[in-house]
């Protein structure tokens, strides 16, 4: 973790120079693309230590009650602000969970931005939420091409990625905190349709809210 903190702040650095640099050009200067594309160099980079900072880290835990279709929104909102595709959310009425807000809501996005790449700017984003026994259930569901078989067991490794721009920690970041609120997370391809689908179970709580 040191030497991540180190890195970053050396990338700060660079960062700062090479957008100053390229500030500084004009659009002909053949240099300005060659300053664009170590800046996206430098982005994948922080990229990568912030997501290994992030899990490397001893997570702390604020479990709570929570609404999960309030958070399922609000990563819709975020992750899939500039999907095209049609996206779909059911859910049954005052249904309650118990986890963390913030590292739920963080999986969630990770689990639709993944889904939203898989497709690759068309498609079908289906996601729902019901309870099933002492769980509550979340399925995310795209429709693009789904995934290898022999691919699935390793996803939620960390560093492994079958993208070219990846890091290899998002679904392993999901797993750590997800299990960590005493959840369950899995990975699987469609079986009637085309596509994936990313489950997350959490322990439900039995209160209904009036909201």
Not at 23 to 38: F, I, N, Q, R, T
Not at 112 to 120: G, H, K
Not at 135 to 146: Q, S
Request: a positive charge; hydrophobic letters at 35%; zero cysteines.
């Amino acid at each position: 973790a040191v030497l991540a903190h180190e890195i970053r702040n050396a990338l700060g650095s660079i960062k700062g120079y090479v957008q100053w640099v390229h500030e500084k050009l004009e659009k002909p200067d053949p240099k300005k693309d060659g300053l664009s594309v170590a800046l996206q160099g430098v982005s994948r980079i922080e990229t990568l230590v912030n997501d290994l900072l992030g899990f490397s880290r001893k997570e702390k835990y604020r479990i709570e009650r929570l609404n999960p279709v309030h958070l399922i929104q609000e990563a819709i909102n975020t992750a899939g602000s500039s999907w095209k595709g049609k996206v779909e959310l059911e859910s049954k009425p005052g249904i309650r969970a118990m986890g963390d807000r913030e590292k739920l809501y963080l999986s969630l996005a990770n689990g639709i931005r993944n889904a939203i790449q898989a497709m690759e700017g068309d498609g079908n984003l289906r996601i729902s939420a019901y309870p099933d026994g002492r769980w509550v259930n979340i399925l995310i569901k795209d429709t693009g091409p789904g995934i290898p078989d022999e691919e699935i067991p390793r996803l939620f490794t960390p560093f492994h990625t079958t993208k070219t721009d990846g890091t290899g920690l998002g679904l392993a970041y999901s797993m750590k905190v997800v299990e960590g609120m005493g959840g369950k997370i899995s990975l699987a391809n469609r079986k009637k349709n085309r596509g994936a689908v990313l489950t997350i179970r959490l322990p439900r709580t039995r209160e209904r809210d009036s909201e």
